[in-house]
């Protein structure tokens, strides 16, 4: 799918003197059911995380705490998107790579995933990635 | 249902240099599928959050940065639970009033829910918690 499908998606928010809320249905706020989540936490300041892109795979991540950029590669354009509140997040479909980068220390990243964990559904090396994306 | 339902879940944790990765799936690691996600945040240190309860409604609810307590009170017992870290969380089942306190600054509660949301499902008041907890 093209880098254009993409995109950052506002959330609500509900806001309180004792915490604001924001919350995320599946297929309401998002174009998909949710079968997984997933946080990554204890990133150095600065890391970076390595690419893959999914077959199958819809995603949607929020930066729970903290700040990362993430640069999405449809095998054709590029598009980098900086991620550093916790009441929006950048949906990302199948067929995309991604990289993460620029975390600030102490962040949080959320993953919200249509499909529950399946290695087969991965592209983990670029070339594989670029030869199945010019395949069709 | 009873307090005993309620319990501490450890979760996953994938160690990477680049950083810690928890995973959680529907009916997996929590017993009910996901229909809602949401997470408070910008919580002054220290705030409490008004108690409720709800009829029919599962959650899990976890410490992605920062902590806070959790009482849960059942109509009989009370317990109380803190959360510190990202690889565990408390299952809550559904009948159960609760209270959030002691948050830390800088604190982000995420919490899954088994439905989307439904206001007819909330107790917002203790009186008529309890009253519908000793009618059956």
């Known amino acids: 799918m ?15 003197p004792h915490g604001n809320l924001t919350f995320i249905e599946s297929d309401n706020q998002i174009p998909f059911a949710i079968q997984r989540v997933y946080h990554v936490y204890d990133v150095p300041g600065g890391a970076e995380r390595g690419g893959h892109a999914h077959k199958n795979l819809h995603q949607f991540i929020v930066a729970m705490s903290g700040s990362f950029d993430i640069t999405l590669d449809d095998g054709k354009d590029k ?4 991620l550093a509140r916790s009441y929006y997040g950048l949906y990302i479909c199948p067929m ?29 090396r670029y070339d594989e990635f670029m030869r199945a994306r010019w395949a069709a």
Chains 1, 2 share one sequence.
């Open 79 to 82: 598009k980098k998107f900086h």
């Open 2 to 16: 093209p880098l254009e499908h993409c995109r950052i998606i506002e959330l609500p928010k509900i806001h309180d």
């Open 96 to 124: 995309i790579w991604r990289e993460i980068d620029n975390f600030s220390s102490g962040s949080v990243l959320m993953c919200l995933a249509s499909e529950k964990y399946d290695e087969t559904d991965y592209f983990r």
